[in-house]
């Protein structure tokens, strides 16, 4: 009997220690708020954002706790919707503005930061773009946005180009061009990393179907003028297939891993390199090392920023594919007296010092309309990457619509899957318009 | 003496006996000690396994989108939209399932994987097991170590360290170039055949190390006694060694089996079951119906309820296999 009561002594104990320990959590005054945090590893000084913001936040904020789960890529993707299907989201996310984060908002789990944001008189402070609807809901801001995000930058190694004796391509016939000269010598003409079935379709697709199609071909998709049987998305995919057919592209593409590529286009294997505006920040100083794929003396001469050349027939020019930024949500389910606390957290993740921040080190451009991003890059004697980036932006003339931006998950994982088929050869663009157009029949046939 | 009378005068005898601390008597104490072992046991499984299986079972029978199943929650987001709420619609899904070519593309290489488990690394553990316990190889103890050591690495490790290895910046390619300038790398016609060849390397060490540890088990005089009277090593084997072996090959032959159904991490790693799918396996199929793009959580459990189907199903085929023909010790 005595071995009894000292283990239910012991148990009771215990259960007194772990309830005490939630209790003085309790009393402490803290709000707690968990936080699913996107970093990304592809870019050297992601890892600064630990000191750089989060720790920053805390030592401003004592009275709030985050407890934060940092993820990059798909598994960053795969994660929300395991916790949006355990209807456990954390109270505060980072988000895409429709395509990656589709079930968030479609199913109403992001607060509607609208009120918020008019209730402080930030509505105004952010670029108009910035706070355009979101997920085609009126009135509806779902994540407050870095800014908005070219999907297609081409990168050129302009010391390849000048030890070669090529010109910078003004058409895709000058690519087409390249392909015997560079190959002869072991250099690809354009390199990606598509081995994750999004890079191709966002990175490059997007822009293809904005030249074929026009600015407003999602419009008219959705308005049921058009569909994916019609000629500009015949054309865009042709335009695909002969990427790969006329070696613009190789195939072995397809198994390389995203962000894996960049290393061998500043080391001069290839002549130019696809991905989004996001992986400029890849190419600067990692500060902690100073290494740097291209040091700032480099940039000047060997680096330049360009949009994808023109295709014949394409019937709008000098276009890129271009969305609302990523940034911060809410969850639509928060404890009434953690909003304050998130919404404290989130203005301080978009603030002026935050966006900044992110200039710097080349991560996004500003959605804040009180940043001056010719004076940051003065006074912080920024590299010169950061001003060729300003100035490409500048040059691109119209904005298309990016697919995974504005299609359903239904339809743009058919469309990155055709993609990859073009690009292993195993299909043609016949059976791969009609996947396609199946797809998007049977989501609205729904 | 008749039964009754023993299990009389027993009862009488454990009602005499002493009590101990807890007011037991033996047989309270026996009874309570078995449930004290076996009712943690029962309990895991029936909540870890048993129940998920069932639960699984019936998702995939509704329509259910995810989120909480019963509460206020489904109450609000049922406002938002109503077509959440989760309702019983038969089979659709599995219908579904076996009209998308990506599931049979993706059993077919589960099957490939199962063949190379099978037919590979337990026949590949076996024989090496074989040349070292027979003494017929020198240096047993370093074959051993380095045959096993993949099996002490991290899939994930295993997965990035052969996924750099072959991909086209990588080694590999760097490697041919050395024999054969100008090689660029191309995209496999058979994508599977490297993840096979990782499968075949990882895992034939557990399977050595398995039949090493039974064949030492086996008396040897009773090798040599068949040597005297004249059989040959492949007699001896057959007759021999490998009846002996028999149950430890039906149970190598269940678990490559199993494994080979829920392969994920390594080919996950490797190649994300990519590119356009096609090394799509039936775990990868069922993840990625759950957590990527538009969740599809229906889709997902209808696959899981085929991956125990067929499991069940080859489980009972190897058993019955070995009841036929094995054992003959």
């Known amino acids: 009997m005595k071995k009894l009561a000292m283990v239910v002594l012991s148990l009771v104990l215990l259960c007194s220690m772990v309830f005490a320990q939630a209790a003085a959590e309790a009393n402490s005054g803290k709000t707690t708020i968990r936080v699913l945090n996107y970093i990304d590893m592809s870019e050297p000084n992601s890892a600064n954002e630990i000191a750089q913001i989060w720790d920053k936040f805390s030592a401003e904020h004592p009275e709030i706790e985050v407890i934060r789960e940092d993820l990059f890529n798909e598994p960053f993707h795969q ?96 690519l087409v061009a390249m392909v015997p000269v560079l190959n002869a010598k072991g250099i690809e003409v354009v390199s990606m990393d598509c081995k994750d079935a999004w890079v191709m379709q966002s990175c490059l697709f997007s822009l293809i179907t904005g030249r074929f199609g026009g600015a407003d071909w999602a419009d008219r998709v959705f308005a049921g003028e058009t569909d994916f049987a019609d000629e500009w998305f015949v054309k865009s995919l042709t335009a695909v297939d002969n990427l790969y057919k006329d070696g613009v592209i190789n195939r072995n593409t397809l198994s390389i891993g995203y962000g894996s590529g960049r290393g061998d286009f500043a080391n001069g294997k290839s002549a130019f390199y696809i991905d989004g505006d996001w992986a400029c920040a890849s190419f600067q100083t990692d500060v902690t090392t100073g290494q740097a794929l291209f040091a700032p003396e480099a940039q000047k001469t060997d680096i330049e920023l360009i949009n994808f050349p023109a295709f014949d027939g394409e019937v709008i020019h000098e276009s890129n594919s271009a969305v609302v930024g990523t940034g911060w949500a809410i969850a639509a389910d928060i404890d009434a007296d953690k909003l304050e606390a998130a919404w404290t957290l989130v203005k301080f993740l978009e603030s002026e010092y935050a966006q900044t921040w992110r200039l710097t080190t080349g991560a996004s451009f500003p959605s804040l309309t009180t940043i001056d991003v010719a004076k940051v890059c003065e006074e912080y004697n920024l590299e010169p990457l950061v001003a060729k980036r300003s100035d490409w932006y500048n040059n691109i003339q119209v904005a298309t619509p990016v697919i995974d931006g504005v299609l359903p998950a239904a339809v743009f994982e058919v469309i990155n899957t055709v993609l990859q088929e073009i690009g292993l050869g195993s299909t043609t663009v016949e059976k791969g318009v009609a996947d396609v157009n199946a797809a998007w029949h049977a989501y609205i046939g729904k | 003496m008749k039964g009754t009378e023993v299990s009389k005068k027993r009862e009488d005898r454990i009602g005499q006996a002493p009590k101990n601390f807890l007011g037991l008597s033996s047989r309270g104490e026996e009874v309570m000690a078995y449930w004290t072992f076996v009712l943690p046991g029962f309990l895991i499984y029936l909540f870890v396994m048993a129940f998920p299986t069932f639960f699984a079972a019936f998702l995939s029978l509704t329509n259910y989108r995810g989120g909480a199943l019963f509460g206020p929650k489904s109450v609000i987001w049922g406002n938002i939209a109503p077509e959440r709420k989760m309702k019983i619609i038969g089979f659709d899904y599995y219908a579904q399932m076996f009209h998308d070519k990506y599931f049979w593309l993706a059993l077919k290489n589960n099957m490939w994987i199962v063949f190379i488990s099978v037919f590979g690394q337990i026949p590949l553990g076996f024989i090496m097991a074989y040349l070292i316990f027979r003494g017929m190889i020198k240096g047993k103890d370093f074959f051993q170590t380095v045959i096993y050591l993949p099996c002490v690495i991290s899939t994930v490790v295993i997965g990035r360290l052969w996924g750099a290895f072959t991909a086209p910046n990588g080694a590999l390619p760097d490697l041919i170039r050395l024999f054969k300038p100008g090689y660029v790398a191309g995209n496999s016609t058979h994508p599977m055949i490297p993840v096979l060849f990782v499968i075949l390397w990882m895992y034939t060490g557990t399977y050595l190390i398995i039949f090493l540890a039974n064949l030492q088990k086996i008396d040897t005089s009773v090798i040599e006694a068949a040597k005297i009277d004249g059989a040959t090593e492949m007699q001896a084997l057959r007759y021999i060694i490998l009846p002996a072996l028999s149950g430890v090959i039906v149970t190598s032959a269940i678990l490559a089996i199993s494994g080979s159904l829920k392969s994920f991490d390594l080919i996950y790693v490797m190649t994300s079951g990519g590119p356009a799918k096609q090394t799509y396996v039936l775990s990868i199929f069922m993840y990625d119906s759950a957590f990527k793009g538009a969740p599809n959580y229906p889709l997902a459990n209808a696959v899981s309820m085929v991956m125990c189907i067929i499991s069940f199903t080859m489980i009972g085929i190897t058993k019955a296999v070995e009841k036929k023909f094995g054992g003959r010790e």
Do not use: C, I
């Open chain 1, 79 to 174: 994660k929300v919707e395991a916790y949006a299907a355990q209807g456990n989201l954390p109270d505060v996310m980072y988000a895409w503005p429709s395509g990656r984060s589709e079930t968030l908002h479609k199913d109403g789990y992001l607060y509607n930061l609208k009120s918020l944001l008019e209730r402080d008189g930030l509505d105004k402070v952010y670029s108009a773009t910035s706070m355009a609807d979101q997920a085609g809901k009126v009135g509806y801001v779902g994540e407050l946005p870095n800014g908005l995000t070219a999907t297609s930058m081409m990168f050129v190694n302009t010391k390849v180009l000048r030890e070669n004796g090529l010109e910078m391509p003004k058409t895709y016939a000058d």
